[in-house]
């Protein structure tokens, strides 16, 4: 039994030690959008359970970006790397926590190479823990090329997989896609830059739905249920897309792409605007064409499966739930359907809508203008207290240098 939680059946995984600094790198679509958003959700219930999600917002995408250099956007005007103050600021509160366990969590950790790693662990200290969570590969397959999509990416789904799935892959195709989803590469990685003894990797399971959550709160000692969060209303933004809503965004981007676009224009009124409303406001119709994998490309997946599988087993690396389950065959169908030409008409419409409420100003479902201003002045009151900490941080720096001794 559980002591910590009495009347509780047996932990997944005994609870990381006091103080411990987790950091969740993904990988990408293995839960990680649901766990990131319970835990802002409960970020101050988190913080008396003695774990502190730091920072404001939903993940710690921008530090975590801001650390490895990392450009945020497609290639091309408007992408940016956040600054290093992102991270600067992050560690100040990691430091300042000397009792509770510290939670940072952004999948974009995934792709760091063998010195970016060695970075972020030198940036934590030895109190740090590793945590990946995996799926099937062939699970991912789908709902990435439909990530990418969000990102701007003017591939067809076929033309996709052949790219990713060739031995070798052809690396200029969504190149993040390689780096952060060779599953034994990602935990060998961070065998090696945090120790084996340092690491955990969680087996998202469909059998076994609570598993992702038993694992977290089995780690960071928290109740049961504690990061189950049915208020979510099972996280409609990060739904996947029917046949026709992924050819109607595929046709915008082949229409915007070239035409001097900047990646924050996009982000603002598509991502944020349009593809928003999409995603949030409509459900697909019972009858509408779902994507499914071609046999061939099942196939592959399972094979890949198999490789990463005995990798994580030989990396000596913790491991919470059953490896097999990355290697399982799954089905394929003989041929993909014939590309859509047509989209149901409020498909059409909520991207039209959106995009034009974001142009506004008013986000994706035309908020009204005193709501706006509300958002506004929050804006403007977290961008100054932003640039006095930067100040001080200037500040404590310049005194330092001057107060070191010379020679």
């Given at each position: 039994?559980?002591?910590?939680?009495?009347?509780?059946?047996?932990?997944?995984?005994?609870?990381?030690?006091?103080?411990?600094?987790?950091?969740?790198?993904?990988?990408?679509?293995?839960?990680?959008?649901?766990?990131?958003?319970?835990?802002?959700?409960?970020?101050?219930?988190?913080?008396?359970?003695?774990?502190?999600?730091?920072?404001?917002?939903?993940?710690?995408?921008?530090?975590?970006?801001?650390?490895?250099?990392?450009?945020?956007?497609?290639?091309?005007?408007?992408?940016?790397?956040?600054?290093?103050?992102?991270?600067?600021?992050?560690?100040?509160?990691?430091?300042?926590?000397?009792?509770?366990?510290?939670?940072?969590?952004?999948?974009?950790?995934?792709?760091?190479?063998?010195?970016?790693?060695?970075?972020?662990?030198?940036?934590?200290?030895?109190?740090?823990?590793?945590?990946?969570?995996?799926?099937?590969?062939?699970?991912?397959?789908?709902?990435?090329?439909?990530?990418?999509?969000?990102?701007?990416?003017?591939?067809?789904?076929?033309?996709?997989?052949?790219?990713?799935?060739?031995?070798?892959?052809?690396?200029?195709?969504?190149?993040?896609?390689?780096?952060?989803?060779?599953?034994?590469?990602?935990?060998?990685?961070?065998?090696?830059?945090?120790?084996?003894?340092?690491?955990?990797?969680?087996?998202?399971?469909?059998?076994?739905?609570?598993?992702?959550?038993?694992?977290?709160?089995?780690?960071?000692d928290l109740p049961p249920?504690?990061?189950?969060?049915?208020?979510?209303?099972?996280?409609?933004?990060?739904?996947?897309?029917?046949?026709?809503e992924s050819e109607l965004?595929r046709q915008v981007n082949?229409?915007?792409?070239?035409?001097?676009?900047?990646?924050?224009?996009?982000?603002?009124?598509?991502?944020?605007?349009?593809?928003?409303?999409?995603?949030?406001?409509?459900?697909?119709?019972?009858?509408?064409?779902?994507?499914?994998?071609?046999?061939?490309?099942?196939?592959?997946?399972?094979?890949?499966?198999?490789?990463?599988?005995?990798?994580?087993?030989?990396?000596?690396?913790?491991?919470?739930?059953?490896?097999?389950?990355?290697?399982?065959?799954?089905?394929?169908?003989?041929?993909?359907?014939?590309?859509?030409?047509?989209?149901?008409?409020?498909?059409?419409?909520?991207?039209?809508?959106?995009?034009?409420?974001?142009?506004?100003?008013?986000?994706?479902?035309?908020?009204?203008?005193?709501?706006?201003?509300?958002?506004?002045?929050?804006?403007?009151?977290?961008?100054?207290?932003?640039?006095?900490?930067?100040?001080?941080?200037?500040?404590?720096?310049?005194?330092?240098?001057?107060?070191?001794?010379?020679?």
């Amino acid at each position: 039994m559980d002591t910590a939680h009495p009347g509780r059946h047996a932990r997944l995984t005994p609870p990381l030690p006091a103080g411990a600094r987790l950091l969740h790198i993904g990988l990408p679509k293995t839960g990680t959008t649901a766990l990131q958003s319970t835990a802002q959700a409960r970020r101050e219930d988190l913080l008396a359970a003695g774990v502190r999600y730091p920072g404001g917002g939903v993940n710690h995408r921008e530090a975590v970006s801001a650390l490895m250099s990392r450009r945020w956007g497609w290639d091309g005007p408007g992408a940016v790397v956040p600054p290093l103050r992102h991270w600067e600021r992050l560690m100040g509160e990691v430091r300042a926590e000397t009792r509770r366990r510290v939670w940072i969590s952004h999948e974009f950790a995934a792709e760091a190479d063998d010195d970016t790693a060695a970075r972020f662990v030198e940036e934590l200290g030895d109190q740090i823990e590793v945590v990946v969570t995996l799926r099937p590969f062939a699970a991912v397959l789908v709902s990435s090329w439909q990530q990418y999509l969000k990102g701007g990416t003017t591939h067809t789904f076929e033309r996709w997989l052949r790219a990713v799935l060739a031995d070798p892959p052809e690396l200029k195709v969504t190149p993040s896609f390689h780096r952060r989803n060779d599953q034994a590469g990602v935990v060998g990685r961070w065998a090696a830059a945090a120790g084996a003894d340092h690491v955990t990797a969680v087996v998202v399971d469909k059998g076994r739905p609570t598993q992702l959550t038993d694992a977290f709160e089995a780690l960071l000692d928290l109740p049961p249920g504690f990061l189950v969060d049915s208020s979510l209303g099972g996280l409609q933004a990060n739904r996947s897309m029917s046949s026709p809503e992924s050819e109607l965004m595929r046709q915008v981007n082949r229409a915007v792409k070239g035409q001097g676009v900047e990646w924050g224009q996009y982000e603002a009124l598509l991502r944020e605007g349009g593809i928003a409303r999409l995603l949030q406001s409509r459900t697909p119709d019972a009858g509408e064409t779902l994507l499914q994998l071609p046999r061939w490309a099942a196939d592959r997946a399972a094979e890949l499966g198999r490789r990463y599988a005995d990798g994580i087993a030989a990396s000596g690396v913790r491991v919470v739930g059953d490896l097999e389950v990355l290697a399982r065959p799954v089905a394929g169908e003989d041929r993909l359907p014939a590309r859509t030409t047509t989209v149901p008409v409020e498909a059409a419409t909520a991207m039209v809508v959106g995009t034009l409420s974001a142009a506004l100003g008013r986000g994706a479902f035309l908020a009204d203008r005193a709501e706006r201003d509300r958002r506004d002045r929050r804006l403007r009151d977290v961008r100054t207290a932003e640039l006095v900490a930067e100040v001080a941080t200037r500040l404590r720096r310049a005194a330092g240098r001057r107060l070191r001794p010379r020679g």
